[in-house]
């Protein structure tokens, strides 16, 4: 597990952040419950922010809902960024990727 980085959504994060961790629980996200049944907790996670509808009803729809076109685009933008920093995931670098991956969001 120690080798394995997970990427997923995350709705207690602003759209459009990413934060990184390593372990933690899954605070309900069913994939990661998965994941974490079947390999422990112990493994690299980046999380990217798709932001809380505010009325816990839309949770949901929210969570399968196709992204704007607007968001589509910065979903492309945190994508590529990723991509770029990737290495440094696998250093284990993670605090510096988190860093690293929104300094180059905040500059586009």
């Given at each position: 597990a120690?080798?394995?980085i997970v990427f997923h959504d995350d709705l207690d994060i602003d759209f459009?952040?990413?934060?990184a961790k390593v372990g933690g629980t899954s605070a309900g996200h069913n994939g990661i419950k998965?994941?974490?049944?079947?390999?422990?907790?112990?493994?690299s996670r980046v999380r990217v922010g798709i932001g809380h509808p505010k009325e816990k009803r839309?949770?949901?729809s929210h969570v399968l809902e196709?992204?704007?076109d607007d968001e589509e685009e910065k979903?492309?933008?945190i994508t590529e960024s990723i991509v770029k920093l990737v290495p440094t995931?696998?250093?284990k670098k993670i605090d510096l990727f988190s860093s690293k991956v929104n300094q180059n969001l905040n500059g586009i």
């Open positions: 120690k080798n394995v459009g952040k990413v934060k998965s994941i974490d049944k079947f390999i422990g907790t112990d493994y839309r949770v949901n196709d992204f704007k979903i492309k933008e995931l696998i250093d």
